[in-house]
């Protein structure tokens, strides 16, 4: 008779546990893409992330891809001479656990929200302090920690997605691009030793 009430107990916990699941609402974003996906919906701007080690330095840039979905990009749907988050929904941010050498200057290591002013003939590269925001809502010069210039190079074909690539060059150098569209800016680091 006791082994029945203990069983008899159990399996009601068990019940209750998963009642309380399912009042539970969805929090993280890998349920939620579940969520999507069996809803059928397809995401437009899907969250991405890249990672490379160069020497001793992890570099991780977290963005979301837009769609070019047959839009004029930049200078239509991104004005020229504007700041951008670099990404969708949310700042891009680019995070090096080593101190990096970019455009002859350092930038400390940290986590950094990645903003870009595009331009027909230049971009300007921005990293920014604020690396935790919606968009550029709260995007702040004063917040800039490097700022730099770059030639957009012209590409032949379209990349439908924005997509960032780390590249190692050497043991302790890097380049990073940023494609979309038809356009594509990069800039090379070096680890500071």
Not at 18 to 24: A, G, P, R, T, V
Not at 30 to 35: A, F, Q, S, T
Not at 72 to 87: C, E, M, R, S
């Amino acid at each position: 008779m006791k082994k029945l009430i203990s069983v008899g107990v159990v399996l009601m916990l068990l019940y209750s546990c998963n009642e309380n699941k399912k009042e539970s609402p969805v929090h993280s974003n890998h349920e939620v893409k579940n969520v999507e996906v069996q809803a059928g919906k397809k995401t437009l701007s899907p969250h991405e992330s890249v990672m490379q080690m160069i020497g001793d330095a992890h570099i991780h840039i977290d963005y979301s891809s837009p769609g070019v979905r047959n839009r004029i990009i930049f200078g239509g749907l991104l004005p020229y001479d504007t700041v951008w988050q670099a990404g969708a929904h949310n700042a891009t941010w680019i995070e090096t656990n080593k101190d990096l050498i970019i455009n002859q200057k350092e930038l400390p290591s940290g986590r950094y929200g990645f903003f870009v002013i595009p331009s027909k003939d230049s971009w300007t590269l921005i990293f920014n302090k604020n690396w935790e925001q919606h968009g550029k809502d709260e995007y702040s010069e004063q917040d800039d920690v490097l700022r730099f210039d770059v030639a957009p190079v012209t590409l032949n074909e379209v990349h439908e997605h924005l997509e960032y690539v780390i590249e190692k060059k050497d043991s302790d150098e890097g380049l990073i691009r940023l494609r979309w569209e038809k356009i594509e800016v990069k800039f090379p680091f070096k680890v500071k030793k």
